[in-house]
């Protein structure tokens, strides 16, 4: 009798749960017909009464984004004339002439700044600084980049005629290009010295785990006995590719992601699917603040399985997965449609974006929770990864930003200084050899006092916030001689400032020129030599009883009963999710 009146009990209860459900359901579904209805009539009364006419394309847009911002960055509409943008998102790849192009302010004019090694630009003889005139019969001078650059890009076979000038002879030039497929580097180098292996993955895109494979069984063919995997400042892009990555250093049959949404069609868990190549070399793998989502998948899963020491800096936090979908009338959207999860259990998303349009929060280190690695290391959630040996990189002062960056009120003299050097050196010594002389320095100094450049220095900013906030407060008559002092001391002599940054700045005018000549592989393998985050791994990977050190927990008593705790996971994960949630992660 007691066990019939507990099933009618738990019936009821139930029952109960279920109408409640439905009764949320049903009142949901009403509340968005009622929302989109009334959204109709918003636009049909501002379509029928406006004193302007409206644009239905860019005013339903506006909407469509605005909407879209209320929930997170990286749910996004792409209209007709932009699904472009998410295809080279998704693939790396756009069909064009393979080149950086960057307005040069002083002759208000789009250049060359860095053509792609083995692309239709370098094969034609285009270098830095060519001036571009006209594409076809469609004049160039005085355009923004954009509106150059969408000329440059265009149908893959399709051929046209490029004028340029090249400023160091004057001399006009037409160029017959014909468009190709270009696929941006993803892996602009690797190699082996002493030893020790490097690979710098850019971003991760369709086909690039083939490449990493390819490179890292090249590496151990040249002798490559630790390995150094760069991923700082890769943005991401698809996870299975992560996933494939992974697979070279893991044993097949280990989960090392998984995707948990509300439905269940958006909840997966991604396993290594193929034997691996090596899982016992020591690996040092390098990050920063800007290494995110598939970065931190593979940075997180490897540190998580104690498979190598993470350096650097905490990594971005990105832990949300989005689905691309197809719309009517060829536009596109992509849709945050779950989190994702790394082996020790933990979701490394740094923000919430839960309190409307713009909003974002950085969850607070005391809100993160502890989870284990596989060794029993304390590893946290809610805040990116955190490195296992934290190490800031290389900085550059102020001038050296001012005197290379692209865009600002400036006088373009280094981009200038590099043309000119490039028209008189037809060869330079290779990158990991080539240094400007001491003529070179003092000729490149001379340009820059002579150009009258001048920059604005950090410090003299937040002296004038200072001072602002000293006469809101009432401070600053008093203070007046203190601050007259102070800004006296920070008004920066160009001369000096230059003598004294010479180093950091012969490093970036050295980087700039080996550009030009060996593209961008020759750049990394040029900066090697004086990158301390590299010196510091290198120092790891060469001392193993440190190296294995750090990846032992400190309380090893405890580790069994700590992974225990972690095993379950609260996602029903079905193993037959759409397949394009293959490339899922955009970030």
């Known amino acids: 009798m007691m066990k019939k009146r507990l099933m009618i009990a738990l019936c009821a209860m139930a029952l109960s749960t279920t109408a409640t459900m439905a009764q949320k359901t049903s009142d949901h579904n009403f509340e968005v017909a009622k929302q989109l209805d009334i959204l109709n009539h918003v636009y049909k009364n501002l379509d029928l009464l406006y004193v302007d006419t409206l644009n239905p394309k860019e005013t339903v847009g506006t909407a469509i984004n605005a ?67 006209s594409i076809d019969d469609s004049m160039m001078i005085s355009k923004e980049v954009g509106y150059v650059s969408s000329h440059l890009r265009g149908e893959p076979g399709t051929t046209f005629v490029l004028k340029a000038m090249r400023p160091s002879t004057g001399k006009l030039m037409n160029f017959k290009i014909t468009r190709r497929n270009i696929k941006l580097p993803e892996l602009p180098y690797y190699g082996v010295k002493d030893g020790v292996g490097y690979i710098v993955l850019n971003q991760f895109t369709e086909g690039c785990a083939k490449e990493v494979r390819r490179a890292f069984v090249d590496l151990k063919k040249q002798g490559a006995t630790s390995l150094i995997f760069d991923l700082r400042g890769n943005g991401g892009g698809s996870e299975q ?14 989960k090392v992601v998984e995707n948990r949404g509300k439905l269940r069609q958006a909840s997966k868990g991604y396993e290594t699917r193929v034997e691996p190549v090596d899982t016992v070399m020591p690996m040092v793998v390098l990050v920063n603040s800007e290494t995110a989502s598939a970065s931190e998948i593979t940075s997180g899963a490897l540190q998580d399985l104690d498979r190598a020491i993470i350096l650097g800096t905490r990594t971005y936090g990105k832990g949300l997965v989005q689905i691309p979908i197809d719309l009517p009338y060829n536009t596109n959207m992509k849709v945050t449609t ?31 929770k502890v989870f284990y690695t596989r060794n029993g290391r304390e590893v946290r959630d809610g805040g990116g990864i955190m490195p296992d040996v934290e190490l800031k990189g290389d900085t550059i002062p102020n001038i050296a930003f001012y005197l290379s960056a692209s865009g600002q009120d400036s006088t373009e003299v280094m981009f200038d200084y590099v043309v000119d050097y490039i028209a008189k050196h037809p060869q330079i010594a290779p990158a990991t050899e080539f240094h400007i002389s001491a003529a070179d320095w003092q000729e490149f100094k001379a340009r820059v006092i002579k150009s009258g450049f001048t920059y604005d220095p950090v410090s003299k900013k937040q002296l004038a916030e200072l001072v602002k906030t000293a006469k809101f407060e009432g401070y600053y008559d008093d203070a007046k001689q203190t601050f007259d002092e102070l800004e006296k001391q920070l008004n920066h002599n160009v001369a000096t400032d230059l003598d004294k940054h010479e180093k950091v700045l012969r490093q970036v005018l050295e980087t700039d020129i080996i550009a030009a000549y060996y593209y961008q592989r020759g750049t990394i393998e040029a900066a090697l030599a004086y990158d301390k985050q590299v010196k510091e791994a290198i120092r790891l990977l060469k001392n193993q009883e440190e190296y294995k050190k750090i990846l032992q927990p400190k309380k090893p008593k405890q580790t069994a009963q700590l992974i225990q705790l972690q095993k379950k996971s609260p996602v029903n994960i079905t193993k037959n999710a759409p397949k394009r949630m293959i490339f899922s992660d955009l970030a």
């Open 67 to 133: 909407m879209l911002r209320s929930l997170d960055p990286y749910t996004e509409y792409y209209a007709q004339d932009e699904t472009k943008n998410l295809r080279q998102m998704l693939t790396g790849k756009y069909a064009g002439i393979g080149a950086v192009v960057r307005k040069h302010q002083k002759l208000d004019r789009v250049v060359i700044d860095e053509p792609y090694e083995n692309m239709p630009a370098a094969e034609a003889g285009l270098k830095k600084g060519d001036i571009i005139l």
């Open 241 to 254: 590719e992560a996933v494939d990555i992974l697979n070279i250093w893991l044993a097949k049959g280990v």
């Open 338 to 368: 779950s989190k994702y999860y790394i082996p020790s259990g933990r979701c490394i998303q740094a923000y919430n974006y839960k309190r409307g349009m713009g909003y974002q929060e950085h969850i607070p280190d005391s809100l993160t």
